[in-house]
T-cell receptor
Framework: AQSVTQLDSQVPVFEEAPVELRCNYS??????LFWYVQYPNQGLQLLLK??????LVKGINGFEAEFNKSQTSFHLRKPSVHISDTAEYFC???????????FGQGTRLTINP | DTAVSQTPKYLVTQMGNDKSIKCEQN?????MYWYKQDSKKFLKIMFS???????INETVPNRFSPKSPDKAHLNLHINSLELGDSAVYFC????????????FGEGSWLTVV
């Protein structure tokens, strides 16, 4: 069975500072990895995904993530955050071919001015 | 053009009532899902349908009955609503033979009083 652990439930950061949201997963098979963002009272929006190929993936809004197979991690980073990045961020994993996402618990990113 | 649309967005109802949430996708996808997000923001799959056939049914009370009249629609009917059913319900879709990426609707906020 797959599982996803987001190591921080809340991350407060000052505006224009860099941020890293951590995600570790466990799976016995090859996986696809995703980050979704949920702005307050809104739905889930896909930020980026890793399916295969380059382990560094770039997404929308200046976010990027790096797949590390040996560490079973998929951490999300942004070099300089903006107030508008305040949201809940979810890491998710799916087995290749099994169209079912298993989500982490979410990390609330709060940007302070 | 909303890719995955669900209605209603907000629903407040009394215990014991029966209610439905409707979902439609215009992405040409062949697989649709219902996910539940609880009060702690945890997201978990409830059901998935591929070409109108039930694929995943994750230990959901049988008061919840999904119905897929065609590939583009997946409705969720809930009988005898309980306080614990209060949550955000997300409809989503993907295509089995293309990228393994699931796209979510805006969510339906259900409050049972």
């Amino acid at each position: 069975a797959q599982s996803v652990t987001q190591l921080d439930s809340q991350v407060p950061v000052f505006e224009e500072a860099p941020v890293e949201l951590r995600c570790n997963y466990s799976s016995s098979v090859s996986v696809y990895l995703f980050w979704y963002v949920q702005y307050p009272n809104q739905g889930l929006q896909l930020l980026l995904k890793y399916l295969s190929g380059s382990t560094l993936v770039k997404g929308i809004n200046g976010f990027e993530a790096e797949f590390n197979k040996s560490q079973t991690s998929f951490h999300l980073r942004k070099p300089s955050v903006h107030i508008s990045d305040t949201a809940e961020y979810f890491c998710a994993v799916s087995d290749r071919g099994a169209q079912k996402l298993v989500f982490g618990q979410g990390t609330r990113l709060t940007i302070n001015p | 053009d909303t890719a995955v649309s669900q209605t209603p967005k907000y629903l407040v109802t009394q215990m014991g009532n029966d209610k439905s949430i409707k979902c439609e996708q215009n992405l040409g996808h062949d697989t649709m899902y219902w996910y539940k997000q609880d009060s702690k923001k945890f997201l978990k799959i409830m059901f998935s349908y591929n070409n109108k056939e039930l694929i995943i049914n994750e230990t959901v009370p049988n008061r919840f009955s999904p119905k897929s009249p065609d590939k583009a629609h997946l409705n969720l009917h809930i009988n005898s609503l309980e306080l614990g059913d209060s949550a955000v319900y997300f409809c989503a879709s993907s295509h089995r033979d293309r990228e393994n990426t699931i796209y979510f609707g805006e969510g339906s906020w259900l409050t049972v009083v």
